[in-house]
């Protein structure tokens, strides 16, 4: 049987300390789409996710439909209201599909919560344990950008991360899927795509820095010391930029603003189709193999930015000068095929990055996906500002949003 409860927090409160915001991985992400159904078709099909698990009517789930959907150690939950008055149907009304929560994993829910309510987040939900007689998981939420939450999940028996990572339920609320045709042809036919290795959120002109605070002061994360420090705004990019580092390795929160330009910032327009409101821009996927998970991503229909060949033209002497100044060998993937696969490519002093961006994943020019692949290099791909930004420019111009 099924149980759920709302913890008081009363005895907890009091033992909290900085290691209850002790992060142990990306748990999941949850996205709220239009059609949740065919949304993980469309998902498994193009980026070789397996649908692993489902929470709805057949389930028992009477007010919404998830859809789990696991590569490596990705996990993305997508989610539909069912009932009338789900906030899914808000969100998608003003945003189209996106990110709804990036969710944690973490010792203990209940003391993550408090802790980060003490340090100044907004609570968006209680803690609540759901349990049964293998297991319980116990999810607690606060607020972020816009109406993006951080969700904190931490995990018994049956429902421990362990058992997550090789295939278990996510939770007790889901079964696992049978019979799903695409599932071997995934298993056949690799995307490669490991972990989550950044998350960038696009934040209102002015608020970049707020944000920095936030991340700072709620949760404990230090702002990411890296090669693009010094100049991330150029003519071009029109945008600001800065990193959170969560600690512990696992995972990168870059925040961008707009910044005025010679034209229409990429933020500008996100925001303007995002009713205003600050959101989840990009999510970067880790590769070990940038050309093997492009090409079978290519092959699957992804649409990927178009990066101009003359882009090609000088790119091999900056990037490999700057490995030899510093000890590094050269870029050792076939350079030819890297031009005809239209992957761009970056160096500073610690090694070399190979990364490539799709087009946005649905019909509003908002949330898109990266495929990186890092040699060394832990920053974020700043000498591809200028390609990059002449090849989203012509995007927006056919979008009419320049
Ligand atoms: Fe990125």
Same mark, same amino acid.
């Given at each position: 049987?099924?149980?759920?409860?709302?913890?008081?927090?009363?005895?907890?409160?009091?033992?909290?300390?900085?290691?209850?915001?002790?992060?142990?991985? @990306?748990?999941? @992400?949850?996205?709220?789409?239009?059609?949740?159904?065919?949304?993980?078709?469309?998902?498994?099909?193009?980026?070789?996710?397996?649908?692993d698990?489902?929470?709805?009517?057949?389930?028992?789930?009477?007010?919404?439909?998830?859809?789990?959907?696991?590569?490596?150690?990705?996990?993305?939950?997508?989610?539909?209201?069912?009932s009338?008055?789900?906030e899914?149907?808000?969100?998608?009304? #003003?945003?189209?599909?996106? @990110?709804?929560s990036?969710?944690?994993?973490?010792?203990?829910?209940?003391?993550?919560?408090?802790?980060?309510?003490?340090?100044?987040?907004?609570?968006?939900?209680?803690?609540?344990?759901?349990?049964?007689?293998?297991?319980?998981?116990?999810?607690?939420?606060?607020?972020?950008?816009?109406?993006?939450?951080?969700?904190?999940?931490?995990?018994?028996?049956?429902?421990?991360?362990?058992? @997550?990572?090789k295939?278990?339920?996510i939770?007790?609320a889901?079964?696992?899927?049978?019979? !799903?045709?695409?599932?071997?042809?995934?298993?056949?036919?690799?995307?490669?795509?490991? !972990?989550?290795?950044?998350?960038?959120?696009?934040?209102?002109?002015?608020?970049?820095?707020? *944000?920095?605070? *936030?991340?700072?002061?709620?949760?404990?994360?230090? /702002?990411?010391?890296?090669?693009?420090?010094?100049?991330?705004?150029?003519?071009?990019?029109? /945008?600001?930029?800065?990193?959170?580092?969560?600690?512990y390795?696992?995972?990168?929160?870059?925040?961008?603003?707009?910044?005025?330009?010679?034209?229409?910032?990429?933020?500008?327009?996100?925001?303007? *189709?995002?009713?205003?409101?600050?959101?989840?821009?990009?999510?970067?996927?880790?590769?070990?193999?940038?050309?093997?998970?492009?090409?079978?991503?290519?092959?699957?229909?992804?649409d990927?930015?178009?990066?101009?060949?003359?882009?090609?033209?000088?790119? *091999?002497?900056?990037?490999?000068?700057?490995?030899?100044?510093?000890?590094?060998?050269?870029?050792k993937?076939?350079?030819?095929?890297?031009?005809?696969?239209?992957?761009?490519?970056?160096?500073?002093?610690?090694?070399?990055?190979?990364?490539?961006?799709?087009?946005?994943?649905?019909?509003?020019?908002?949330?898109?996906?990266?495929?990186?692949?890092?040699?060394?290099?832990?920053?974020?791909?700043?000498?591809?500002?200028?390609?990059?930004?002449?090849?989203?420019?012509?995007?927006?111009?056919? #979008?009419?949003n320049?």
């Amino acid at each position: 049987m099924t149980t759920t409860s709302t913890p008081s927090s009363t005895t907890k409160a009091q033992t909290v300390s900085d290691d209850a915001l002790r992060l142990i991985d @990306v748990d999941h @992400v949850r996205f709220y789409v239009g059609n949740a159904k065919q949304a993980a078709h469309f998902y498994a099909y193009t980026f070789g996710f397996k649908l692993d698990q489902i929470a709805d009517l057949t389930t028992g789930s009477r007010d919404e439909a998830n859809y789990l959907l696991t590569q490596g150690n990705i996990r993305f939950i997508l989610t539909s209201g069912l009932s009338l008055d789900h906030e899914a149907h808000d969100h998608v009304k #003003r945003y189209g599909d996106g @990110v709804r929560s990036i969710a944690f994993t973490v010792d203990d829910a209940e003391a993550a919560f408090n802790q980060a309510v003490k340090n100044g987040a907004e609570a968006e939900n209680e803690p609540t344990t759901i349990s049964n007689n293998d297991g319980s998981i116990t999810t607690s939420a606060i607020k972020i950008y816009g109406r993006v939450i951080h969700t904190f999940v931490s995990r018994s028996g049956k429902y421990s991360l362990e058992n @997550v990572r090789k295939g278990g339920l996510i939770s007790p609320a889901f079964a696992k899927v049978e019979n !799903y045709a695409l599932n071997d042809y995934n298993q056949q036919n690799p995307c490669g795509l490991k !972990y989550l290795d950044h998350c960038v959120g696009n934040v209102e002109l002015g608020k970049m820095d707020y *944000w920095v605070s *936030w991340y700072e002061n709620v949760l404990g994360f230090k /702002l990411f010391k890296h090669f693009d420090d010094d100049d991330i705004s150029t003519e071009y990019s029109a /945008l600001m930029s800065k990193v959170m580092d969560s600690g512990y390795g696992v995972i990168k929160f870059p925040i961008n603003e707009p910044a005025p330009g010679k034209k229409k910032s990429q933020i500008q327009e996100y925001l303007d *189709w995002h009713d205003n409101t600050a959101g989840v821009q990009h999510l970067a996927m880790r590769t070990n193999d940038e050309l093997s998970s492009v090409t079978e991503l290519n092959r699957r229909g992804v649409d990927f930015l178009y990066v101009p060949k003359e882009y090609y033209n000088e790119v *091999w002497d900056r990037v490999n000068k700057m490995l030899k100044e510093n000890g590094h060998d050269a870029v050792k993937e076939d350079h030819e095929k890297i031009k005809e696969l239209g992957i761009l490519v970056d160096a500073d002093d610690e090694g070399y990055l190979l990364q490539l961006f799709t087009k946005p994943l649905q019909d509003r020019p908002t949330l898109f996906f990266e495929i990186i692949c890092r040699r060394g290099s832990q920053s974020f791909g700043k000498g591809n500002f200028k390609a990059l930004f002449e090849s989203l420019e012509q995007e927006q111009e056919r #979008r009419g949003n320049l």
